[in-house]
């Protein structure tokens, strides 16, 4: 089956505690994004990657990083998360940018 | 950067009626995606119309664009409970999609 896994799905963190959100899509996908939900600003793209060792900033990318080592996997790192990061994360991959993107099912995060 | 903006913000219908939401942009496309989101869950695609198509439908879903007004309109014909979710737009924006905010439908049973 064609799908987008992130994990973990839920986290609770603490201030300043390093943490991963990884990501996995099985359809061979160049391109790969991540984004962030928040209530009445809607989705706002973090970083994408059009493939391979190729990845930019999207419009929030402030406090994280990420990293795309092989096609199929695209992490998202928060080296020092804050509260202000606490948010709906969603990963989405597609064939080429500007197409159909596919979505993970979200990993709902919690910094304290 | 290129961002639709959907209206109305929210709807709410009764089952069986028509709901109809749109999509506005500022600066030309080369596509016009559509998706869903409901509740807390990855947004799933619905239709992608290219910019020299004026309509598409699939299943329930009728799309339009009007490049000349840049808009677009989504309508979902006979509507059910489960049609409740929220809808964006989402335009390219170089290597960007770019979602609008969202209209979110709710549809009574």
């Known amino acids: 089956e064609a799908q987008v896994t992130q994990n973990p799905r839920y986290l609770i963190t603490v201030t300043g505690k390093k943490l991963t959100v990884t990501c996995s899509q099985n359809?061979?996908?160049?391109?790969m994004s991540w984004y962030r939900q928040d209530p009445g600003l809607g989705l706002r793209q973090i970083y994408y990657?059009?493939?391979?060792?190729?990845?930019d900033k999207g419009d929030v990318p402030e406090g994280y990083k990420v990293s795309r080592k092989e096609k199929r996997n695209f992490p998202l790192i928060l080296e020092s998360p804050s509260p202000n990061q606490t948010s709906l994360y969603f990963c989405?991959?597609?064939?080429?940018?500007?197409?159909?993107?596919?979505f993970g099912p979200g990993t709902r995060l919690t910094v304290t | 950067s290129q961002q639709g903006e959907e209206d109305p913000q929210a709807l709410s219908i009764q089952e069986g009626e028509n709901a109809t939401m749109n999509c506005s942009y500022k600066?030309?496309?080369?596509?016009l995606q559509w998706y869903r989101q409901n509740s807390g869950r990855g947004l799933v695609h619905l239709i992608l119309?290219?910019?020299?198509?004026r309509e598409k439908h699939s299943g329930r879903l009728r799309v339009t664009l009007d490049t000349s007004k840049k808009s677009s309109s989504l309508l979902i014909t006979a509507s059910r409970a489960a049609d409740t979710a929220s809808y964006f737009c989402?335009?390219?924006?170089?290597?960007?999609?770019?979602f609008g905010t969202g209209t979110r439908l709710l549809v009574s049973p």
């Open positions: 989402a335009l390219r924006d170089f290597q960007k999609l770019v």
């Open positions: 600066t030309s496309i080369n596509n």
């Open positions: 989405a991959s597609s064939f080429a940018s500007g197409y159909e993107q596919y």
């Open positions: 119309i290219r910019s020299n198509e």
């Open positions: 359809m061979n996908h160049e391109y």
């Open positions: 990657s059009m493939n391979v060792e190729v990845t």
